[in-house]
């Protein structure tokens, strides 16, 4: 994912120089014994509008930076299906392949950081994984142990990319990264971040951060005590 970040980034900057608008979206639907489904959404559909916007004609507007990913599909999908606990693997592509969608179903949280750190890529040599999610009863946290929104401004801001002179805080002022939770059959009793906002049904959370605006905390971690 943070490949197919960096390439979306620098076809946005080289290209356009323009203000524009993406989201990442990590969506999360969970069972009370631990199951779920998991969800990873690049959109760049106001891209594209925005594309169409300098094209006399709509055939004439450039390919999605978010072609390639479909070629690497094969592969990430045959490092998942190897994980026990994971299942109805699917990647779906739309509006002309500026939206893209990678999700699967996990049987317990073990499977869910399993699969997350395949998506991620961020797994290492040792066979390790990265804790993204741990829950419990009536407890559910998002952990500080992997902040990949400051690891993505740091890489954007990489002499790999030269963007020594170009303020990405004015043409990223609106990529996001978005973090949605919904339990299926548990309601939220309260949150440990004022950020978060709670349905009104208490069902579902959403976390939103603005990855390259310098006033906007970049921390994803939260704990959630449910009822």
Known sequence: MKKAFFRIAAVIIVSLLLQSCFEIKEIIKINKDGSGTFSMVVDMSEFKVMLES???EDENVAESPLAEEEQE???TKSRLEVIEGIS????????DGYMITTSFDFANPEALNKGMNVVYEDENAFGEYTLYYKFKKK???RTAANN???DLESEMNSDELDTED?????IFSDVAFVNEVTFTDRKIKKSSSEAIEISED????TLKRYIFRE???KSMDYKLKLK
Not at 166 to 170: A, F, G, M, T, V
Request: charged share 30%.
């Open 54 to 56: 300098f094209s006399e």
């Open 73 to 75: 599909y094969e592969a």
């Open 88 to 95: 109805n693997i699917t990647f779906l592509t739309e509006n």
């Open 139 to 141: 407890n559910f946290e």
């Open 148 to 150: 990949m929104l400051k």
């Open 166 to 170: 170009i303020d990405l805080s004015e």
């Open 202 to 205: 208490g069902s579902t959370m």
């Open 215 to 217: 006033d906007d905390d």
